[in-house]
């Protein structure tokens, strides 16, 4: 059983759309995340959460909402998206005390094209 | 600030050849963790193994090994006996201690393409 869960694991979606992402992570962690991964690109960090709290927006457009309603769900809000915004949208967390070494588990990604 | 190089974007080999994935990494702290994970064309990335920067001892794990030497920021992935089901994007990433006061939150390098044929 994957420690971190995300759905869906594949979205289309239209410019005026409303949807969203959720993510579950099993694994009693303090520490969730949302990254980007374009294509040719490196991975971008979007969101941090600790402790339920926010503690990194990376400049993210509005249209990206996360919500992080306890330590174990996360979610990504999607609202007028662009096409450029097409891309593979990782979920993670962490535990980032102990000896654990802040070291961040993925989810399978959920697969975004903006259409 | 931390920072993580993967030089090579892109390895192509033959099954069986051995290949050595680079990364280099800056840090003003003495205390971090460095991690190398796989990301296969399904899209999760896979944790590989995580090191600490008191322990410098080279790790092996049946064909994988990592080499950490702090004397040149170093911390390279080998595999030996390549196969086909390594083609991956292979990813190395820095995190300082958050006693450290430095950024916990890891740093990626942008990742080496690994591409095995038959």
């Known amino acids: 059983e994957t420690g971190v869960t995300q759905t869906p694991r594949h979205l289309v979606m239209g410019m005026t759309n409303k949807k969203s992402l959720k993510c579950e992570q099993h694994?009693?962690?303090?520490?969730m995340y949302w990254y980007k991964q374009s294509a040719k690109k490196p991975l971008e960090l979007m969101f941090v959460?600790?402790?339920?709290?926010?503690?990194e927006n990376n400049s993210v457009p509005s249209r990206f909402s996360p919500e992080c309603p306890n330590s174990s769900h996360l979610f990504l809000h999607l609202h007028t998206l662009q096409p450029e915004d097409s891309a593979l949208y990782l979920c993670a967390s962490s535990q980032t005390t102990g000896e654990s070494g802040n070291t961040i588990y993925f989810g399978e990604g959920s697969w975004l094209t903006v259409v | 600030a931390q920072k993580v190089t993967q030089a090579q974007t892109e390895i192509s080999v033959v099954e069986k050849e051995d290949v050595t994935l680079d990364c280099v990494y800056e840090t003003r702290d003495t205390t971090y963790y460095l991690f190398w994970y796989k990301q296969p064309p399904s899209g999760e990335l896979v944790f590989l193994i995580r090191?600490?920067?008191?322990?410098?001892q080279n790790e092996i794990s049946g064909r994988y090994s990592w080499n950490f030497q702090k004397s040149t920021s170093s911390f390279n992935f080998t595999i030996t006996a390549s196969q086909v089901v390594d083609s991956a994007v292979y990813f190395c990433?820095?995190?300082?201690?958050?006693?450290?006061?430095?950024?916990?939150?890891?740093?990626f390098g942008r990742g080496t393409s690994l591409i095995v044929h038959p």
């Open positions: 090191r600490n920067s008191f322990d410098e």
């Open positions: 990433a820095l995190s300082e201690a958050l006693t450290a006061g430095g950024s916990y939150i890891p740093t």
């Open positions: 694994l009693g962690h303090n520490a």
């Open positions: 959460y600790s402790l339920e709290e926010r503690v």
